[in-house]
């Protein structure tokens, strides 16, 4: 509303920004239209924290679900470093809802993905 009132162009930093406090306050629905404009906004390259900041939102309001699905859907769109902190998000999700199964799943991905740089000392 404000960017069409204002004519303001909105950086990916200010999406993301505006998606933390969404996930801090526990307003998904918010959080994943505000994401869908940024998503439109950006012809679908979306930037990699905002990726990682909705995952969030999901996983902090038990979505585990969501998150998990979310990540499948946008992992693509993950660098390295926001990889790692988007399978802990789901990681300390599933840890609040005590769902085994679901972090062993996470665990296993994780080792999957970063076993080559652990072995030679990158990590």
Do not use: W
Request: a neutral charge.
């Amino acid at each position: 509303q404000i960017k069409a009132e204002k004519k303001l162009r909105i950086t990916h930093s200010m999406y993301s920004i505006v998606i933390n406090g969404c996930s801090h306050c526990g307003l998904v629905e918010d959080a994943f239209a505000i994401f869908k404009d940024m998503e439109r906004d950006y012809k679908h390259s979306v930037p990699s924290q905002c990726v990682v900041a909705l995952l969030d939102c999901f996983a902090r309001s038990q979505q585990l679900n969501e998150a998990q699905a979310f990540y499948d859907s946008y992992r693509h769109n993950l660098s390295f470093k926001d990889t790692l902190i988007a399978l802990r998000c789901i990681l300390s999700a599933c840890r609040s809802q005590n769902d085994l199964d679901c972090a062993q799943r996470i665990f296993n991905k994780m080792q999957k993905l970063f076993a080559p740089y652990m072995e030679s000392n990158e990590f």
